[in-house]
């Protein structure tokens, strides 16, 4: 009596099955490499349009300017960059927080996370625990440090974020105890609280 299936049968079965596991192994290694998604070209800002507070760049006429839609994967120790940000009116932020569409204070301790890991405005409003200099706090989500698009009105005719920013409120820095000397940039991790 010949078997439920055939040989050529099986075979096929395996090979489609492989191609399948192959197919899941990729996904999942190209998941865990963000590349630049393109890039964006520097327009040079009207006078007065670009803030330079906190050390903000301005995009410079003709410089090419990566693009990110991802951010490295997320863990419990998640390695990024802080980077100091104004969410005031009138701060380097720009317009207000996308979360909420409101404005907040210096004094409060809230970020901007960049587009991969605002993830579509699923961490709008919940706060992380960053971890740097030796102490940690809590801050809340509030906006997107955009690595999608810049150098342009709505971005302040600043550059787009990197994919691995954690853009803090001055209290962020306070309260991690970074002298204001060295306030602009330190490698951190970060979780979800």
């Known amino acids: 009596m010949k078997g439920f299936l055939s040989t050529k049968s099986c075979s096929k079965i395996i090979l489609v099955g492989i191609i399948v596991f192959v197919a899941i192994c990729l996904d999942i290694v190209e998941a865990q490499q ?37 951010s490295p994967p ?57 971890n740097g200099n030796g102490q940690s706090v809590v801050a809340m989500v509030v906006d997107e440090c955009d690595s999608t698009r810049g150098c342009d009105a709505d971005h302040d005719y600043q550059p787009p974020c990197p994919n691995n920013i954690v ?10 105890g970074v002298s204001r000397d060295d306030w602009g940039g330190l490698d951190i991790t970060w979780s979800d609280a």
């Open 34 to 70: 963000c590349r630049p998604s393109g890039r964006v070209r520097g327009k040079k800002p009207p006078p007065g349009q670009c803030n330079t507070e906190d050390d903000s760049d301005c995009c410079k006429e003709g410089e090419m300017y990566k693009v990110y839609k991802c």
């Open 74 to 130: 997320i863990s419990q120790n998640t390695k990024a960059y802080l980077t100091l940000n104004s969410f005031e009116k009138g701060g380097d932020g720009g317009g207000p927080s996308e979360c909420d569409n409101s404005y907040h204070s210096d004094d409060t301790p809230v970020v901007a996370l960049s587009t991969g890991w605002f993830n579509n405005e699923s961490r709008c409003l919940k706060n992380i625990t960053i």
């Open 167 to 176: 853009d803090a409120s001055k209290a962020v820095w306070e309260a991690l």
